[in-house]
Structures are given as structure tokens and as C-alpha cells.
């Protein structure tokens, strides 16, 4: 499975911004995919996760009622969609998948992709 992370910017606080990850090779509708970031100096952390054919969803604290994530199964794409950003949201943001069930433990992933930037002006 290769995923395609997209979608990174400059945006100013309190803005919108949606992140989109393409999967593409063995894709299955098996894999759950996360959102993590990664801001500089700090440990990679989960942000969300979606199943891909149960829609089930899970959400860090940080983000929750302010991100949401979705998926197209017909595009094999899961997004995420930013609102109201936050200087603390500044991160390099990766998705990674793995199978069945979404988890908060970024070891569990079998697939990542390469990461766009988010930058979140105050």
C-alpha cells in the first residue's frame, strides 16, 4: 500500500484547511488509516483515525469538535478537515494505515506516507 499525503499550508489562526491521503497499490477495505503530526522537537502524535469500511472515528482531545476526518471509498482518499486552527496545530502531518481497527500507537502502522507541512500563523 502506498499513501499519498496532500494538502499542507500556511494558514492564519482560526482558518481552514483539508488535508487530503490517496492510497494506492493493495488497498483493501481492511485498513483503518490515521492522521498524526509531528511539530519540531516533539513526538509524533495521533490527531484521527477512520476505518475504511466501518466509518467508525477517533479523535485526540486536542482536536476534537475542530477536525474532522472522512473518507471516499470510491477514491480510495481519506481527508481531514481543519477548522479553526491553532498555532499549536503547526506540524508536519503524515497518514499511515494498517489493518482493521484505528489505534493511537504510532508503531502499529504498517504504511506511511511521506507528510505535508501545516503552518498556522497567530
Known amino acids: 500500500v502506498q499513501l499519498q499525503a496532500s494538502g499542507g499550508g500556511l494558514v492564519q489562526a482560526g482558518g481552514s484547511l483539508m488535508l487530503s491521503c490517496a492510497a494506492s497499490?493493495?488497498?483493501?477495505?481492511?485498513?483503518?488509516t490515521g492522521w498524526f503530526r509531528q511539530a519540531p522537537g516533539k513526538e509524533r502524535e495521533f490527531v484521527a483515525g477512520?476505518?475504511?469500511?466501518?466509518?467508525?472515528?477517533h479523535y485526540a482531545d486536542s482536536v476534537k469538535g475542530r477536525f474532522t476526518i472522512s473518507r471516499d471509498n470510491a477514491k480510495n482518499t481519506v481527508y481531514l478537515q481543519m477548522n479553526s486552527a491553532k498555532p499549536e496545530d503547526t506540524a508536519v502531518y503524515y497518514c499511515?494505515?494498517?489493518?482493521?481497527?484505528?489505534?493511537?500507537?504510532?508503531?502499529?502502522?504498517?504504511?506511511w506516507g511521506q507528510g505535508t507541512k501545516v503552518t498556522v500563523s497567530s
Open positions: 499511515a494505515a494498517r489493518l482493521l481497527v484505528v489505534v493511537a500507537d504510532a508503531y502499529e502502522y504498517d504504511y
Open positions: 477512520i476505518k475504511w469500511n466501518g466509518g467508525s472515528t
Open positions: 497499490g493493495r488497498t483493501s477495505s481492511n485498513y483503518a
